[in-house]
């Protein structure tokens, strides 16, 4: 793995979603946390159904409508104001403990690291400036150039493109599964970040290359 470029999912891989419990808490209570995994849930089937419809709109719009479906459908009445700080939250979430270290051996190390997310260039530099990452990497991929989400084929070939990098020479590190079977059908090599180690890979038969459960293990 030592000259492969290193693509690294942002969403669930770097920054974790779920951070926005801790403000959800203080709207729901105990239902934060199921709020959590249901707006999670839908922002990922909306770019998906985008994505296949031709119908791209940013990865913000994409999560303010999976909020709103979300709270019609918990009946939580959260006020427009209430979303709006949300939805602003949602651009400075934290990273995962096991993040600032694991690039800075890999950067120490000389591999070419990239952030390469669905989300819009404007929102993923809040992120990782909040994360203090951005200085750890070498750069961010947006699927926004391509209109479109993964795990469409093009926004793979357009890292490739926009980094100079080869497929074969490429590695997703992800902790979703389509965006692993994506990636490996485009000729990438990948890294499944199994972060629950309950979790079974969701396979249409092709594992990932290699299984870790948390970035120290790169």
Known sequence: MSSETLAFD????????????????????????????????????????????????????VTRDALGYTNKLLETE????VQEHLLDDYTRLSAYDDVPDALTKLRVEGRALYAFSNGHPRDLQSLLDHAGLTDLLDGIVSVDDVASFKPDARVYKHFNKLTNT???RTRLVSSNAFDIAGAQACGWNATWLQRDESLVFDS????????????SSL
């Open 78 to 81: 959260l006020s427009n104001k």
């Open 204 to 215: 249409w038969g092709e594992l990932p290359n290699t299984i870790v459960i948390s970035l």
């Open 10 to 61: 942002v969403y669930g891989t770097l920054i974790d979603p779920h951070a926005i419990v801790v403000r959800l808490e203080g709207y729901l209570g105990d239902r934060a946390i199921r709020f959590s995994q249901i707006w999670r849930s839908k922002q990922l089937e909306y770019s998906f159904r985008r994505g296949l419809m031709g119908a791209y709109e940013d990865f913000s719009v």
């Open 166 to 168: 080869q497929p074969s």
